[in-house]
């Protein structure tokens, strides 16, 4: 095996001499037949790359721009006190960015990053790693650079934070504009995947909701990863470009992976589309055994750095990446060409993925994981597969990004053209790609190297590549909405691509057998036409939009959630513990540095247990019962939300009173199931009353128009 490692060293060094040399003699005869100079040539190639970078970059800066722009007139972020400005991050965002802010207030960051790994000031009865459990690595990033770059007088923490972000995202942009770019062989592709991806934004992003979420930090560095790895796989690669694509995949990997716990998820779907494109023999083995290694390292210091994650050695990823190294060990000195190698080939892919689902179950039975459990129920009640009255899983279930999408949102790509050209694009690639399978079954060799007239786009393999990967996410996001951010951002630079790519063009004319008019001359024509018709009518139809929504100044005020938070700091003691729903705990810790009883995580099935339990004070349960549970926490002030006791939801079954009423058994449910009613009124109706028994467990304390506070009585009287 070290032999033929040796060998397969040498030969790349071999190929990669060879190409170098090769390259300038081929250039020089192409450019002697046209009658240019070897001078002007370089000219032109500087310029279109200079122009095409300049492109580039400028578009990712004016994403950024825009972004912030909006940002402020949508929240009216500069003209708001700090309190108001921090009640628009909600949820889980609320919970990221506190964890930054106390950051800030350490001593020392040695000090802020051991008090974050054995946090005990955030939820009540319970210590915990809160950079490994909610991946805090952006965090613990943004504070470093806004102390050392000594910010601190020059720019607000919240403004440092929020930028990085909006830069992330110009960064995001700029990588689909190479990616599409390199793919095409023209900028304009670039500029066309940068228009449809700021039109299609509510489907492409989800940075208006939710600024400091992790895919927010992540899928820049997921995009860079993709760009780089288009350029490594592309043939006949200098081998200055194909090292610096190689180190650019490496890095932007690792950090992909240690941005975002799921990130590892989407890794594997990344890594499916290569063993697709290696088992049809279409890319060259090398570099994709190469990608699998990067994968292996970024795993394995990825489980270092995160404390020993668990997850990461229970992956999927981990087990194709292992698999298809100890597949590629036993076939190394396989001949090729024969039919014997050709059925062998056949039995690579069963060996590959019996060997991977084999290393995944012994690798969940020998090593102890509890992370991301959940997910598996979650899937099997979603594919039919169970059923069940748990009230998080069918909370999980109501999730609008856990849906299957909505016809809104394939009538707002139509309508922005992205989907018609898509999915012309994607057809036309998919039969080039299948006609070349064929031929490879057939024994007919790839080429070298691919010209324009002979229309074979299926046979790029950075091409293929994007194919089955958009066609896997795409699967992805016909199930669940929420996937969707991760689909659409690639299908905007997928027909982008198409529209702009000559051997799209060429390969379909190929299949039409043009008589009439040369097809070359009128794929380069098509390529440069319909694109910039295309741009003239996005521009005509939708730059308006946009610029209204940059003037129209919106309004955002939450008057009672501003009041509440301005209670708790002025009148609860310091140990005090709030109870409520997750999500608003999650802005009273971020508000008042107040300890919560619960938070908006679904990592945790300790944290999804609480939370349950926490929001039985919506359900059909007597004082007592929630008293006790509410006490077991160390809670010292019950936070009532009126808009959840008196929800009316679009979906009737759905509500959290109704989830709540399924898993106690208060409901008529199914068919099989038995009335089941309760004696008990709906505890947060019955505890406005002001009558025993709800009077003698709780004290209402504070109110207004949104919210009920009621402190929890140490001492309990059952006077009338």
């Keep these: 095996i070290s032999s033929g490692a040796a060998d397969l060293r040498q030969r790349k060094k071999q190929n990669c001499t060879e190409s170098e040399k090769m390259a300038p003699e081929q250039r020089n005869k192409e450019n002697s037949k046209l009658g240019r100079s070897p001078k002007y040539l370089l000219i032109q190639r500087f310029a279109k790359l200079f122009f095409g970078c300049l492109a580039a970059v400028t578009s990712g800066m004016m994403y950024a721009v825009y972004l ?10 500069s003209s708001r006190q700090e309190l108001e ?21 350490a001593p020392s960051f040695e000090r802020g990053v051991y008090e974050l790994t054995h946090n005990n000031k955030t939820v009540s009865l319970k210590t915990i790693n809160a950079v490994q459990q909610m991946t805090l690595y952006p965090e613990l990033i943004a504070s470093v650079l806004y102390q050392a770059s000594g910010s601190e007088e020059v720019i607000e923490p919240v403004y440092f934070y929020i930028g990085i972000v909006f830069g992330l995202q110009g960064i995001y942009v700029t990588a689909l504009f190479v990616t599409s770019w390199v793919m095409s062989g023209t900028w304009l592709a670039g500029m066309l995947t940068v228009a449809w991806f700021i039109i299609n934004r509510t489907d492409t992003t989800r940075i208006d909701y939710s600024i400091p979420s992790r895919e927010n930090w992540a899928l820049p560095y997921f995009a860079c990863q993709v760009a780089a790895l288009t350029g490594y796989l592309k043939k006949n690669l200098n081998c200055s470009a194909e090292k610096f694509c190689y180190l650019l995949v490496n890095a932007s990997t690792y950090t992909f992976m240690m941005m975002w716990e799921y990130s590892h998820y989407l890794l594997f779907v990344q890594a499916v589309s290569l063993f697709l494109l290696d088992s049809f023999a279409l890319a060259q083995t090398e570099k994709v055994h190469e990608v699998y290694k990067i994968y292996l390292f970024s795993l394995f210091l990825g489980y270092l750095l995160q404390f020993e994650n668990s ?55 020998f090593v102890p994981h509890k992370e991301n459990g959940h997910l598996l129920k979650f899937i099997e009640v979603k594919l039919g597969l169970n059923t069940t009255k748990n009230f998080t899983m069918n909370w999980l279930l109501c999730q609008e990004s856990l849906q299957a999408p909505s016809q809104d949102f394939f009538l707002r790509l139509t309508q922005s053209s992205l989907l018609p050209f898509y999915i012309l694009v994607l057809i036309i690639c998919l039969f080039s790609v299948t006609q070349v399978i064929f031929r490879r079954i057939c024994g007919e060799p790839l080429k070298e190297a691919v010209k324009l007239e002979d229309g074979r786009i299926g046979e790029r393999p950075e091409i293929v590549y994007h194919v089955i990967h958009t066609i896997l996410l795409g699967c992805l996001a016909m199930c669940l909405e929420g996937m969707k951010y991760l689909w659409t951002p690639y299908v905007c630079m997928l027909a982008a691509f198409g529209v702009c790519s000559p051997e799209l063009w060429m390969t379909l004319f190929k299949w039409l057998r043009l008589k ?13 036409a319909v694109p910039t018709i295309i741009g003239f009518s996005l521009w005509k139809e939708f730059f308006p939009r946009i610029m209204t929504e940059l003037t129209e100044l919106q309004e955002f005020y939450d008057p009672d959630t501003v009041e509440l938070m301005t209670w708790i700091k002025r009148q609860a003691p310091v140990a005090a513990v709030f109870a409520g729903s997750p999500q608003l705990m999650a802005v009273i810790k971020l508000c008042t540095g107040w300890m919560v009883s619960s938070l908006p995580l679904y990592n945790d099935d300790d944290l999804l247990k609480r939370n349950e339990n926490i929001y039985q004070i919506y359900s059909k349960r007597s004082a007592e019962d929630i008293y006790k549970i509410l006490t077991s926490y160390k809670a010292n002030f019950l936070v009532i939300e009126d808009s959840i006791c008196n929800e009316v939801g679009p979906v009737r079954g759905c509500r959290v009173k109704d989830l709540l009423d399924i898993a106690n058994g208060h409901v008529f449910c199914e068919e099989s199931d038995n009335y089941a009613y309760s004696k008990y009124g709906r505890f947060c109706h019955e505890i406005k009353m002001n009558y025993s028994p709800y009077v003698n467990y709780f004290t209402r304390v504070y109110w207004n128009r949104s919210y009920f506070v009621y402190r929890i009585n140490t001492v309990i009287s059952f006077q009338s």
């Design 68 to 77: 912030s722009t909006y940002h402020e007139r949508k929240f009216w972020f």
């Design 311 to 365: 997850a990461l050695l229970v992956s999927p990823l981990l087990s194709l990446s292992a698999a298809l190294m100890l597949s590629k060990c036993l076939q190394m000195n396989m001949k090729k060409g024969t039919f014997i190698s050709r059925l062998l080939k056949i039995m690579y892919i069963y060996l590959v993925l019996t060997v991977a689902v084999t290393l995944n179950f012994l690798l969940k039975m």
């Design 85 to 105: 400005r921090e009640i628009t991050f909600q949820g889980d965002s609320a919970i990221y960015y506190s964890f930054y802010k106390e950051l800030l207030k």
């Design 516 to 528: 009439a008019v040369h097809p070359i001359l009128l794929a380069l024509i098509l390529s440069m």
